[in-house]
């Protein structure tokens, strides 16, 4: 029996244009000491490299979010037995906080809680290193090793030498492949910072206990509606089109649109992601998870204030690692009602159905009726 391969991602998932760029294939290759697969070009999915050294092994086919092969396995380890009715996965607690450290809560994209999170889990020795995603360049980011407080800060990009604006705007619109790095850090306990897709490819390896993925202690799952792609022509488009220049952006964030602050102005203009077609990864129509379903803990601004981070334990590790993290008060948190909590879930749903919907739509126009939704992601 042939195995499905590289060369059967390429013509299934690249070559139909629904390629999400995790980076799983590529950190969690078989053979990947030879190179055989990398990126070529930024914003494109993986190549051959040396395709002569590929196994034909088939673990890349079957941890692309793309492929769905090992759903029904997750789903079972995750409690989401009947997920297409449970399209915010499951939800042990729900909180809304913000970091007590200011240096967090400042260079943080809402309440820090991010890597308030992460540092804890240093200080308290339950990681050895935490990969999440620094600036590289403009419009591009690189998955980075932190190991202490300084270096999730300077995971922010506000301390590289290109303009402020541009790094807040690289927040959001160039995908970041966080996970392979993984492969370089083999023999440390890892907590991953990761989108949806991301995650997904992290929780198929575990299942198939293949190394090294048993070295993720945490996975911090990201909510995630869209990633946006900018190059020049982009920038200058969608500069004409908002009546905005990238110079006079202070601040960016992602919660129920796209929220944009201006240098000096007090008001926030509010994009809807349905103005944002055209700046949006096309390949981020091809997936429909929003709440980050298979993390440990998922985080969000959509939900909460100003400066709060929503968030999602969904794990008994992620349930135990807040509890400890705010019986420590490390962070403020907000009393949630049972009116305020159900305002937030209904919040989540509405995003997270429109995004299988989207998806729907998508893979119908683009691929003619779809015989069965087999997966959330
Ligand atoms: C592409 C993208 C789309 C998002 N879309 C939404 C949305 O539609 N609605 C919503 O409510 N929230 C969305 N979020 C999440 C939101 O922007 C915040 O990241 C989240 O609320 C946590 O904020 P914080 O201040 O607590 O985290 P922080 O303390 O600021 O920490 C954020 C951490 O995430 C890491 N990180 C940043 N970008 C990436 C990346 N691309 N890959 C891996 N790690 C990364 C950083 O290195 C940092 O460690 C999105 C995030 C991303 C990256
Ligand atoms: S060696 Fe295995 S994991 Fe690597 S590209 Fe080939 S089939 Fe995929
Ligand atoms: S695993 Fe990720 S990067 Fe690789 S083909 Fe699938 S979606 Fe693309
Ligand atoms: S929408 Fe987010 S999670 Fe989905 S493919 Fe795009 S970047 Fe990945």
Redesign the pocket.
Known sequence: MTIKNFEDLIEEVHQKGICQQCGGCVSFCNSMEYDVIGYKEPNSPPEFINKDNCLKCGICYHICPQTHVLDDDLNKTFNLLDFSSMPLGNICDLYSCQ?VDSD?LR??????????L?NFMFEEKLIDG?I???TKAPFS?EP?L?KNKED?LS??GLKLGISHQLEEVQ??HS??S?LPKISSTKFKKLAV???PC?IYTIRCMQNLGIIPSHNIEFC?G??????FEFDQQKVNQFEGEFKIKFEDIEKI????NLIIRLKGKKSLLHIP?EDLKEYMRPACNACSD?TNVYADVS?????SPEHF??VITRTKKGRELLADALKRKIFINLELNTSKEKHIKNLLLR?SISKIERKENFMKTKFGPIKEVKSIV
């Open positions: 970091s967090f260079h943080g994209t809402d309440g820090g809680v991010v890597n308030a992460l935490a999440v995603a620094k980011r980075f932190a999730l995971t922010s927040r959001y995908y970041s966080s910072v990761g989108t991301q911090l990201l909510f995630c509606y869209e990633n964030k992602i919660k129920e992601f929003f985080f969000g601004g959509l939900g981070t929503t995003y």
